[in-house]
T-cell receptor
Framework: SQQGEEDPQALSIQEGENATMNCSYK?????LQWYRQNSGRGLVHLIL?????REKHSGRLRVTLDTSKKSSSLLITASRAADTASYFC???????????FGKGTKLTVNP | DAGVTQSPTHLIKTRGQHVTLRCSPI?????VSWYQQVLGQGPQFIFQ???????GRGNFPDRFSARQFPNYSSELNVNALLLGDSALYLC??????????????FGPGTRLTVL
């Protein structure tokens, strides 16, 4: 079953704009990760935020985590056409290292 | 260094057949996980192996099995294929059980079509 739910399901923006994607999950977590997937191929890890962290930055990426609301957001600033992809949040819980993915947000950045 | 490799890239089978998918992790990685991704959905966890032992199993029927070899490569086997098994099968590797701060490294996947 899916743990996370991304919102929106699809997002279309112009190059240079910021893109924000949200993720909600159901159970307590060890960490939350964001992955990117291009054209239905392999996933690429973007960023990991631990349950005791509230915000993390990596290049043009900013991730926030609110464990009280069981939610996270991914912000991509100054988007580029190459950012066009599907973005998934994934959580790991308890003693298990399996990742539980959401359904993803499909981002389209128009040149 | 080579990333995670998977073979074959694409595969077409008919219902009732058996399939074997293969995965080679990044050199030095001891953990391999398998995920199934149905079109339009996020990946779902099937198995995790670490040091050749099964360390986790998802909610999949017994038709799905896997193993890890001494060189840490892995095979996923699916028996008695059903139409619903059509999906992208992803392999992920990591040094330890946990993904660490860089998460898990995924291969390009094997696209299985069951007719």
């Amino acid at each position: 079953s899916q743990q996370g739910e991304e919102d929106p399901q699809a997002l279309s923006i112009q190059e240079g704009e910021n893109a924000t994607m949200n993720c909600s999950y159901k159970t307590s977590i060890n960490n939350l990760q964001w992955y990117r997937q291009n054209s239905g191929r392999g996933l690429v890890h973007l960023i990991l935020i631990r349950s005791n962290e509230r915000e993390k930055h990596s290049g043009r990426l900013r991730v926030t985590l609110d464990t009280s609301k069981k939610s996270s957001s991914l912000l991509i600033t100054a988007s580029r056409a190459a950012d066009t992809a599907s973005y998934f949040c994934a959580t790991s819980q308890g003693g298990s290292e399996k990742l539980v993915f959401g359904k993803g947000t499909k981002l389209t950045v128009n040149p | 260094d080579a990333g995670v490799t998977q073979s074959p890239t694409h595969l077409i089978k008919t219902r009732g057949q058996h399939v074997t998918l293969r995965c080679s992790p990044i050199s030095g990685h001891k953990s391999v996980s398998w995920y199934q991704q149905v079109l339009g959905q996020g990946p779902q966890f099937i198995f995790q192996y670490y040091e050749k032992e099964e360390r986790g199993r998802g909610n999949f029927p017994d038709r799905f099995s896997a193993r890890q070899f001494p060189n840490y490569s892995s095979e996923l086997n699916v028996n008695a294929l059903l139409l619903g098994d059509s999906a992208l099968y992803l392999c992920a590797s990591s040094w330890g059980l946990a993904g660490g701060p860089r998460g898990k490294f995924f291969g390009p996947g094997t696209r299985l079509t069951v007719l």
